[in-house]
T-cell receptor
Framework: AQSVTQLGSHVSVSEGALVLLRCNYSSSVPPYLFWYVQYPNQGLQLLLKYTSAATLVKGINGFEAEFKKSETSFHLTKPSAHMSDAAEYFCAVSLGGGSYIPTFGRGTSLIVHP | EPEVTQTPSHQVTQMGQEVILRCVPISNHLYFYWYRQILGQKVEFLVSFYNNEISEKSEIFDDQFSVERPDGSNFTLKIRSTKLEDSAMYFC???????????FGPGTRLTVT
């Protein structure tokens, strides 16, 4: 079985500041890990994914995430927040070689202040 | 860019009524999914569909739920007798291969009164 914990239902940053959204996972086998973004009134869009290749994964819109097995973490970062980054962010884990159905975290709402 | 579409965007229904939520997956995709998100809670997997049959389903997907691909383009989720607790956002997704990225639709907000 797999699960995901996202720390903080809301994260508030100023425009230009570092964005850090935390995700910890639990998986019985080497996982696939994903970050999705959901803008208002839209579906989930994949930001980036880790599938056992490079531990530092670069995604769209300047986001990246680092897979740290020792910490069972896959935190999402962006060096400089933009107003357009305000959205809901979901971390998800799947079993990769087994079922590819992702298990989602509760989501973190990113608020960006001018 | 191809996208998954869902209709309607918002459906209001009375308890006990049947509803059908519709999805048009990306045209060359073969795997189809339904998820739901109750307000303030996690996105939860309901069912996956491949080759005209259910390939996986969760505990949530009980006998009141069914899925169908009635033609070459639509993928539907039917709830036979809605309950208040079925109120949620329902997302459809599709992918070309199980291990690939799933593309999500914008969702249908179902409100059961």
């Amino acid at each position: 079985a797999q699960s995901v914990t996202q720390l903080g239902s809301h994260v508030s940053v100023s425009e230009g500041a570092l964005v850090l959204l935390r995700c910890n996972y639990s998986s019985s086998v080497p996982p696939y890990l994903f970050w999705y973004v959901q803008y208002p009134n839209q579906g989930l869009q994949l930001l980036l994914k880790y599938t056992s290749a490079a531990t530092l994964v670069k995604g769209i819109n300047g986001f990246e995430a680092e897979f740290k097995k020792s910490e069972t973490s896959f935190h999402l970062t962006k060096p400089s927040a933009h107003m357009s980054d305000a959205a809901e962010y979901f971390c998800a884990v799947s079993l990769g070689g087994g079922s590819y159905i992702p298990t989602f975290g509760r989501g973190t709402s990113l608020i960006v202040h001018p | 860019e191809p996208e998954v579409t869902q209709t309607p965007s918002h459906q209001v229904t009375q308890m006990g009524q049947e509803v059908i939520l519709r999805c048009v997956p990306i045209s060359n995709h073969l795997y189809f999914y339904w998820y739901r998100q109750i307000l303030g809670q996690k996105v939860e997997f309901l069912v996956s569909f491949y080759n005209n049959e259910i390939s996986e389903k969760s505990e949530i997907f009980d006998d009141q739920f069914s899925v169908e691909r009635p033609d070459g383009s639509n993928f539907t989720l039917k709830i036979r007798s809605t309950k208040l607790e079925d109120s949620a956002m329902y997302f459809c997704a599709s992918t070309s291969d199980r291990g690939n990225e799933q593309y999500f639709g914008p969702g249908t907000r179902l409100t059961v009164t």
